[in-house]
C-alpha cells in the first residue's frame, strides 16, 4: 500500500519488521488509524543487506514527514529468556554467545525486558542492519517479535487451566508455556509444512507431561496452515482453540486490519 497525501504535522509510527523471508515497513498515524504497509522479499543470490538498502531507497513509509512518535524494529532471530533475578546486563553478550553455535553468533546483542514475566528476552540483530537502521533512524528501538506475545498471553492466562500457546508467523511457529505464573517453556519451530507443525506441537506437549482431555493448546498468529494444525490436533486433543487478533485484543481497532502480523500488533498495542 502507498503512502500519500501525508499530513506533515501529523505525528505517526514507523516499524521496520524483519523476518526470514524478507523485510516489511508498516507506518501508523493515530489521528486517523491509518496503516500503510510495504513489503520487500529477499531475493535468492542477492545480499539481504542490499535489499534492506535498497526498501529505505525506495520506502515512501519511510519518507513520510512529521513528527515521529515511535521508530523501531521487530526481528525474528534466534533468543533466549533468563529470568530478571539471574540477569546482568552486562553479560547479556557472552552469555548468547555461549547459548547458540557460531553459525548463529553473528549480529549484536540486545534485550527487551519482560516486567510481568520478570524475564529477559536477549536477541541479536544483524551488525551491518543494525548499523544501517541506526544511522537511518536516530534513536530506533529493536524488539524480539516474542517479546509483547510472551507479556501479553501471560496477562491473559487462566491460572486454573494448563495451557500450550502456538503462534504462527510466516514459516515459523513460537511454542510457549506457563507454569505458576512464569514462562515454563519457549521455543521456536519451523512450521511451513503442515505435519511437521503437528508433529512439533505434540512433542512439546509430551513432553511437558500435559494431559490430552484436560488441558488446552492455544493456536495464535494469522499462517494459512492454523485451522489445520488444528483440525488434525483435533483427533488427539479434546481442546484446541484457535484465537484471531481480535479475540486477544478486543479494544483496539489495528486488531481488525488484517495487514497487521500478530507480533507487530502485539507490539504497537503495547507501546503505541
Known amino acids: 500500500m502507498q503512502a500519500t497525501g501525508n499530513n506533515p504535522n501529523q505525528p505517526y509510527s514507523l516499524s521496520i519488521r524483519l523476518h526470514a523471508d524478507g523485510l516489511s515497513f508498516f507506518g501508523y498515524r ?13 531475493v535468492p543470490g542477492k545480499d539481504p543487506i542490499e535489499t534492506l538498502r535498497e526498501a529505505l531507497d525506495q520506502s515512501a513509509i519511510a519518507r513520510w514527514e512529521g513528527d515521529r512518535l515511535m521508530t523501531c524494529a521487530l526481528t525474528q532471530s534466534p533468543a533466549m529468556q533468563v529470568p530478571l533475578d539471574c540477569f546482568h546486563k552486562e553479560e547479556a553478550h557472552a552469555l548468547y554467545r555461549l547459548t547458540y553455535s557460531s553459525g548463529e553468533r553473528k549480529g549484536k546483542v540486545y534485550y527487551n525486558i519482560l516486567p ?11 551488525n551491518e542492519a543494525e548499523k544501517i537502521l541506526c544511522q537511518r533512524f536516530p534513536g530506533i528501538r529493536f524488539y524480539h517479535s516474542h517479546t509483547m506475545i510472551l507479556e501479553k498471553m501471560w496477562m491473559l492466562e487462566k491460572q486454573s487451566v494448563r495451557r500450550l500457546y502456538a503462534c504462527f508467523l510466516e514459516k515459523e511457529m513460537f511454542v510457549f508455556a506457563y507454569r505458576e505464573q512464569r514462562l515454563a517453556y519457549a521455543n521456536s519451530f519451523q512450521a511451513d509444512v503442515l505435519e511437521n507443525a503437528v508433529y512439533f506441537l505434540l512433542s512439546v506437549w509430551k513432553n511437558l507431561g500435559m494431559d490430552a482431555q484436560a488441558d488446552e493448546c492455544v493456536l495464535l498468529g494469522g499462517h494459512v496452515i492454523k485451522p489445520h494444525v488444528a483440525q488434525i ?3 488427539y486433543l479434546a481442546h484446541v482453540e484457535e484465537l484471531c487478533a481480535t479475540d486477544v485484543y478486543r ?3 489495528l486488531a481488525k486490519n488484517p495487514q497487521m502480523p500478530f507480533d507487530l500488533l502485539s507490539l504497537w498495542v503495547n507501546i503505541i
Open 30 to 42: 493515530p489521528a486517523n488509524g491509518r496503516v500503510a504497509c510495504e513489503t520487500y522479499p529477499f
Open 116 to 126: 510481568h514475566l520478570e524475564v529477559a528476552q536477549i536477541f541479536t540483530i544483524d
Open 233 to 235: 490436533l483435533s483427533r
Open 251 to 253: 479494544r483496539s481497532t
